[in-house]
């Protein structure tokens, strides 16, 4: 049986559908003594703004059960760099290319993405309104679907390359904002970024974190994030990228036949840099398997067969 991996969002061509989330793979060059980054389905890269972030104070990550804690704050050496340096390293490869992108105010966001706009190689830029590490007040767009239109709408003026959009789970109805976001132009959702929470050394009686919360993520999110997946699926008909503690195929399978079209790694990256890749032979060997040819036709099969 010759198996199709193939997998679209929009416009977007993915060689197969296991991709690695933004954060966690800062911009691959750590990785290629250690996989292959051609046989990934898509890179997303470590945010970019405009200028450079330090990001917050240390202890920056803590474990947490079946979770990671991290309060990063989005430290990178901003577009200068990002441009000059990062983008040539990561066009030599053949996985698609995904900007993640982030900014203070409005005006941040569409500067980054005009300058953007100019070069050839980025298949999609991923917008972060959705990051709970920072204080800005730049990354509360995900959380009123109003905020998420007018950006999104303002940012489909400025690009014509395809715009995903990251929500965050720290709102009471995750379909509003993903609503909000197809209205406005967007043709695809990244789902879900990091739980707010926080952590205490009760011998200290301090947090754990130097920026006393922070976004949690590894397997102890994934139900959450299957349900927000489903719940979205429902209600809108953009292609969704699920993510939230995937470690491994069945894992991935969940958020599939929940409705989404690809699935991103995070924080597994960093217990085993070749967990995408084992996912990307999970899902082909469960679809021998099965007898299913093409992969298409295991997204949202949970919600055709109940």
């Known amino acids: ?16 559908p296991v991709l690695v989330a933004a954060g966690t793979f800062g911009f691959g060059e750590e990785y290629t003594a250690l996989i292959n980054l051609n046989k990934l389905g898509g890179i997303i890269t470590k945010t970019v703004t405009l200028e450079p972030r330090k990001g917050n104070p ?29 983008l040539p390293f990561l066009s030599q490869f053949e996985a698609a290319l995904i900007v993640n992108i982030a900014g203070e105010k409005e005006e941040d966001y569409l500067t980054l993405a005009e300058r953007l706009n100019e070069k050839e190689r980025i298949d999609a830029l991923e917008i ?14 995900g959380t009123d679907p109003g905020r998420t239109f007018l950006l999104v709408k303002k940012l489909r003026e400025v690009t014509n390359i395809p715009l995903i959009i990251k929500l965050t789970p ?8 993903a609503q909000a976001a197809q209205e406005a132009g967007a043709e695809a959702l990244s789902l879900i970024n990091t739980v707010l929470g926080m952590s205490i050394d009760v011998e200290t009686r301090r947090p754990k974190l130097g920026n006393i919360t922070g976004g ?15 719940d979205t699926f429902q209600k809108v008909s953009l292609p969704i990228i699920g993510m939230g ?6 894992d991935a399978l969940e958020f599939i036949l929940t409705g989404a079209s690809a699935v991103a790694v995070g924080t597994a990256n960093f217990i085993d840099p070749s967990t995408a890749l084992r996912i990307v032979e999970g899902i082909k060997e469960y ?20």
């Open 58 to 86: 240390p202890p920056r990550l803590t474990e947490t059960p079946a979770g990671l804690l991290n309060a990063i704050g989005l430290e990178n050496p901003g577009i200068d760099v990002f441009l000059k340096e990062k």
């Open 128 to 141: 972060n309104i959705s990051c709970p590490n920072v204080k800005e007040k730049g990354l509360i767009f």
């Open 287 to 306: 679809m021998q398997r099965k007898g299913i040819e093409n992969f298409e036709d295991l997204i949202g099969w949970l919600e055709n067969s109940v």
């Open 216 to 230: 949690l993520s590894g397997p102890a999110i994934r139900p959450i994030a299957v349900r927000m997946v489903r």
């Open 1 to 16: 049986m010759n198996i199709n991996l193939k997998s679209k969002l929009g416009r977007i061509s993915l060689n197969n």
């Open 170 to 177: 720290n709102v009471t109805d995750i379909s509003e904002i």
């Open 245 to 250: 503690g995937i470690t491994c195929s069945e």
